[in-house]
């Protein structure tokens, strides 16, 4: 009688494994690991471009779930659809393959390897950061009446900007940002119509460790199929940190250009241009113009608008302010400008403005002059005392007549003007002032 008995198991079948059925599963183990990769910078919006920080953190965590898999599993997931098993520092493999198992182990190397090479190509192919640039020429833009429009500095920029939005005057704020009197402030805001329009003019952040100029940064985001070690290195500087801001949106949409406003008033070379990025979800939108100057210096000016028709205005309004403006390398030209509409602007007269709406529309004038001069000259103390004096002037206004609208943009205005004046010189007199303007109304 001829009995045969097959047992299947490294002490039935102990071989050396193959170099290609090691490969195959090295192969299986390192695409999941990458599509694990991939899915987490996705999920936590973190840069598609490793770091060596990141790299340095990964690496424990990867041969932690390496060692889980080896201990409760037996082996890799690579190592278990190739039969293989780690003994004594030797790559065995513990059974002979038959059609079957050979077709079982390829479909499944197929399948593992295929969806993780989407998830790699859905998180870094479509990622924002690789997006082609689209070249955008824009005419410049005149204003046709300055009763609508005024001509203002905002750090290294000039340009048109709206006195009122849909009927409403346009108030400013300036978030409390350690800064001053070293460095310029952090934000100024435009209330365009809140809360779903406002537009925030950003101050300059150049980001550290750009290595090209506006022209070869120009190239890099325009070509087709620049993906170079230099490139994706000047991509992530210039564009991640917007990614990440406008990811708090979960877009569903993203578009990146290139804008250049082709004034034939400026030489080429001072002709603005830039980065324009956008991106939406389902109800809103935000728009990016990030100016760079011929020396590399990066503005930003962004637009929240919901996806309505008072949005579209909006970004029609936002894109013609663009095309106005002029971007400097030095702020001694909108120090200029600025104090000579300040020397012509007479503050005390605003107790005798009768009708309301011409007062509102003249405290935002001259809030919108004193933050253009702070943001051109943040040292300056008298600024951010006029700034507190007219929003006091405002919030009594406000709480006069009930308007909480109102009261609620000129209470933060006040505070912040008083936090900055203490930062710049606390002790001064007027600071103990504007001290108790904020105590007059913070309790409203």
Same mark, same amino acid.
């Given at each position: 009688?001829?009995?045969? @008995?097959?047992?299947?198991?490294?002490?039935?079948?102990?071989?050396?494994?193959g170099?290609?059925?090691?490969?195959?599963? &090295?192969?299986?183990?390192?695409?999941?690991?990458?599509?694990?990769?991939?899915?987490?910078?996705?999920?936590?919006?973190?840069?598609?471009?490793?770091? &060596?920080?990141?790299?340095?953190?990964?690496?424990p965590?990867?041969?932690?779930?390496?060692?889980?898999?080896?201990?409760?599993?037996?082996?890799?997931?690579?190592?278990?659809?190739?039969?293989?098993?780690?003994?004594?520092?030797?790559?065995?493999?513990?059974?002979?393959?038959?059609?079957?198992?050979?077709?079982?182990?390829?479909?499944?190397?197929?399948?593992?390897?295929? %969806?993780?090479?989407w998830?790699?190509?859905?998180?870094?192919?479509?990622?924002?950061?690789?997006?082609?640039? $689209?070249?955008? /020429?824009?005419?410049?833009?005149?204003?046709?009446?300055?009763?609508?429009?005024?001509?203002?500095?905002?750090?290294?920029?000039?340009?048109?900007?709206?006195?009122?939005?849909? %009927?409403?005057?346009?108030?400013?704020?300036?978030?409390?940002?350690? %800064?001053?009197?070293?460095?310029?402030?952090?934000?100024?805001?435009?209330?365009?119509?809140?809360?779903?329009?406002k537009?925030?003019?950003?101050?300059?952040?150049?980001?550290?460790?750009?290595?090209?100029?506006? /022209?070869?940064?120009?190239?890099c985001?325009?070509?087709?199929?620049?993906?170079?070690?230099?490139?994706?290195?000047?991509? =992530?500087?210039?564009?991640?940190?917007?990614?990440?801001?406008?990811?708090?949106?979960?877009?569903?949409?993203?578009?990146?250009?290139?804008?250049?406003?082709?004034?034939?008033?400026?030489?080429?070379?001072?002709?603005? $241009?830039?980065?324009?990025?956008?991106?939406q979800?389902?109800? $809103?939108?935000?728009?990016?113009?990030?100016?760079?100057?011929?020396?590399?210096?990066?503005?930003?000016?962004?637009?929240?608008?919901?996806? +309505?028709?008072?949005?579209?205005?909006?970004?029609?309004?936002?894109?013609?302010?663009?095309?106005?403006?002029?971007?400097?390398?030095?702020?001694?030209?909108?120090?200029?400008?600025?104090?000579?509409?300040?020397?012509?602007?007479?503050?005390?007269?605003?107790?005798?403005?009768?009708?309301? =709406?011409?007062f509102?529309?003249?405290?935002?004038e001259?809030?919108?002059l004193? @933050?253009?001069?702070?943001s051109?000259?943040p040292?300056?103390?008298?600024?951010?005392?006029?700034?507190?004096?007219?929003?006091?002037?405002?919030?009594?206004?406000?709480?006069? /007549?009930?308007?909480?609208?109102? +009261?609620?943009?000129?209470?933060?205005?006040?505070?912040?003007?008083?936090?900055?004046?203490?930062?710049?010189?606390?002790?001064? =007199?007027?600071? &103990?002032?504007?001290?108790?303007?904020? $105590?007059?109304?913070?309790?409203?």
């Amino acid at each position: 009688m001829n009995n045969r @008995l097959n047992i299947k198991g490294h002490s039935a079948y102990n071989k050396k494994a193959g170099k290609s059925v090691q490969i195959l599963a &090295l192969f299986v183990d390192f695409t999941w690991m990458g599509a694990l990769i991939c899915f987490t910078n996705r999920v936590f919006h973190l840069s598609p471009v490793p770091s &060596l920080f990141f790299l340095f953190l990964a690496t424990p965590v990867f041969i932690f779930l390496f060692y889980i898999q080896i201990k409760f599993l037996g082996g890799s997931l690579g190592q278990i659809i190739w039969k293989l098993k780690l003994i004594k520092r030797k790559v065995i493999q513990t059974e002979k393959f038959d059609l079957s198992t050979l077709l079982t182990a390829i479909l499944l190397t197929l399948s593992f390897v295929s %969806g993780s090479l989407w998830c790699i190509r859905e998180a870094l192919w479509k990622h924002p950061l690789f997006l082609q640039s $689209q070249d955008w /020429e824009l005419a410049p833009y005149f204003p046709v009446s300055n009763s609508d429009w005024m001509i203002v500095p905002f750090f290294y920029s000039m340009g048109a900007w709206p006195k009122a939005f849909m %009927g409403h005057p346009v108030f400013y704020s300036i978030p409390y940002e350690k %800064g001053p009197p070293q460095k310029f402030i952090g934000h100024i805001i435009a209330k365009w119509d809140l809360p779903n329009i406002k537009l925030t003019l950003e101050g300059p952040r150049t980001p550290t460790g750009l290595k090209k100029n506006r /022209e070869n940064l120009k190239l890099c985001l325009t070509q087709k199929w620049n993906y170079s070690i230099d490139c994706i290195d000047n991509r =992530e500087k210039a564009l991640f940190r917007h990614i990440q801001e406008i990811s708090k949106l979960k877009p569903k949409q993203w578009e990146l250009k290139w804008f250049h406003i082709k004034n034939p008033a400026l030489l080429e070379g001072e002709e603005p $241009q830039g980065i324009f990025m956008s991106a939406q979800n389902e109800m $809103q939108a935000q728009d990016r113009f990030i100016f760079m100057s011929p020396s590399g210096a990066h503005q930003t000016f962004i637009l929240d608008r919901p996806l +309505t028709s008072e949005g579209d205005l909006a970004r029609k309004i936002f894109e013609e302010s663009i095309q106005s403006q002029r971007i400097s390398n030095e702020l001694n030209s909108g120090r200029a400008w600025v104090d000579k509409l300040l020397g012509s602007t007479e503050i005390t007269r605003l107790n005798q403005v009768q009708n309301r =709406e011409n007062f509102l529309l003249q405290v935002s004038e001259i809030q919108a002059l004193l @933050l253009a001069k702070i943001s051109v000259d943040p040292k300056t103390y008298e600024s951010y005392f006029h700034l507190g004096g007219t929003s006091l002037m405002l919030a009594q206004m406000a709480i006069k /007549e009930r308007k909480s609208d109102i +009261t609620a943009i000129a209470k933060p205005l006040l505070l912040s003007a008083y936090q900055y004046a203490q930062d710049i010189s606390p002790q001064d =007199e007027r600071t &103990l002032q504007l001290k108790k303007m904020w $105590q007059e109304i913070k309790g409203y």
